[in-house]
């Protein structure tokens, strides 16, 4: 156990934790929303530090990342807890799971994951990803500026539920990152999610204005999220606000945990991406088998730059610079 960052005493013994917009009141022996952080006896404190619940060595194309070291790996990480509850979660029996209640942690140290990252094959860095890391953020922001400093790059996989000052500080250490923007609807956000949309876009906002690369993943469910005037808005909202190069990943949904829908049909993931299409230059299906929805293309001549098969990635008409070899085009890719 370790004291938490972000948190300040009130009365009697009582404390308010600073992580997230849920600004947990916790009582002594009270634990919050993520349920990860303890207030005992008038101190806060995160019962995830030195743990890791899971590790593997991914490729960065799975994060998913398709524009930061394309055919790299990643040594991935994650822990328990989340501060959002979606009843569609992908990874439940880990983010939906307590630090007590979870009998499978692995103690390891900051120093420890930078050797396994700087010794593994073709891997480019450090992934905080499975769970919500921001729930975990004292051990990614020790892991993270120690592999910053081994010259390693640091990626963040989040649903971008932060408070403005934690994500401030932690900005200079992270290289990318890949959000989660699940709706463009606050009603979605509240009854699906328990969380608010307007904290997410002001944490996208944050983070393209600072300059880190950025790309952004839209689960599509059927008849919750995939009304199309809805979706335009939000598309149009991604490249007003942080830019047409952002790339956007459009994921196919499968029933999972709480939701039990049936799949997204292909041809309505095909609609929204057109929309996309239209408004942002680097849009991509996931979740499905499908080469030209998953690769990248020359936004002036059209020259297949990148070909991508499920988590594969072979570079073909792209110069080492990140442009197009044919024409000369920048693809907005970070290489080195
Ligand atoms: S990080 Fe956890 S304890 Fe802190 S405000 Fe968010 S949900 Fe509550």
Redesign the pocket.
Known sequence: MQEARF?QKTNGGAIK????????E?NPGQT???K??ENISGTLFTHVYNQVAATGIDPIEKKPLYHFFPGKNILSIGEVGC?LHCSFCQNHSISQCSAKQFGGFRKTTPEQLVALALNAKNNVGVAYTYNEP??FFEFMFDVARQAKSAGLKNVVVSNGYANPEPLKQLLPFIDAFNIDLKAFDTGFYKQQTKGNLASVLESLKTIAKNGNHLEITNLVIPGLNDDETTFEKMVRWISDELGPHVPLHLSRYFPKYKLNLSPTPTEKLEQLFQIANSHLKFVYLGNVNDKQHSSTFCTKCNSLLIERNRYEAKIVQMEFSGTCKICGTPAHIVME
Not at 17 to 24: I, T
């Open positions: 948190y934790c600073l992580l997230c917009p849920w600004l947990c916790l919050g929303v993520c990860v952080r501060n921001f729930t």
